[in-house]
């Protein structure tokens, strides 16, 4: 059974940071490009972060400088570092898998940038 569980979101000041994770299980990690999407209320899901199999990182505009996406293969797992927060960052963050023709998502975690 595939299963994609985020964790890892919370409540933070503007500015501050959070680490968001996504621990995966049920297919072969290595094999599949990871990406994170986000959310926000009203807006349709937007694509954040890119990790590819080997390793290559790439970033939507509005987070370059800020995120930072990583892997671990040996946890099945792949993390995104978020600094310098900003409201505009609130939103529910998820986690995708593509490898070929599948394509898995996670339930999300919410991260939500407030005073």
């Known amino acids: 059974q595939v299963q994609l569980v985020e964790s890892g979101g919370g409540l933070v000041q503007p500015g501050g940071s959070l680490r968001l994770s996504c621990e995966t299980s049920g297919f072969t990690f290595r094999n599949y490009d990871m990406r994170w999407y986000r959310q926000a209320p009203g807006k349709e899901r937007e694509w954040v972060a890119l990790?590819?199999?080997?390793?290559?990182?790439v970033y939507a505009d509005f987070v370059k400088g800020r995120f930072s996406i990583s892997r671990d293969n040996a946890k099945n797992t792949v993390h995104l570092q978020m600094n310098s927060l900003k409201p505009e960052d609130t939103a529910v963050y998820y986690c995708?898998?593509?490898?070929?023709?599948?394509?898995?998502w996670g339930r999300g975690t919410q991260v939500t940038v407030s005073s």
């Open positions: 995708h898998a593509m490898g070929g023709p599948n394509s898995y």
């Open positions: 990790v590819t199999i080997v390793g290559t990182t």
